[in-house]
């Protein structure tokens, strides 16, 4: 298959106009401050074979702000864990350390619920 008959992320496979491009949709989300945050933090065992996560969730922001901060939690925490559909998940009962680093970084409305 060649590159002109290649679906893209839109759907679109074919165009009959040789001067036809995609356009790119603009999805910026403002990044809101640390300390506006509302940041939860929970343990969660459902579908997880019985095993204990730690559930960060209500963040705002972009992408790359969001696996980043994703990335230091696990560092500090010392465990894996991942960040994706709008969740961080940690392994483990991390709630204490979770929040008290979330605290100390700025994000003053995070809560253990």
Known sequence: MNKKNKPNQD????STNPDFEFEKE????ESIPPSEQK??????TKHRAGKAVTLITGFS????????LGKKLKTYCGTGGSAKD?????????R???????????YKQAKKI
């Open 26 to 29: 603009q999805h910026s989300l």
């Open 86 to 94: 709008g969740e961080m998940i940690i392994q483990g009962d991390q």
């Open 11 to 14: 759907g679109f496979v074919y």
């Open 61 to 68: 922001g972009n992408d790359k702000e969001f696996q980043d």
């Open 96 to 106: 204490d350390k979770v929040l008290q680093w979330l605290l100390k970084n700025g």
């Open 39 to 44: 940041l939860r933090v929970r343990l969660e």
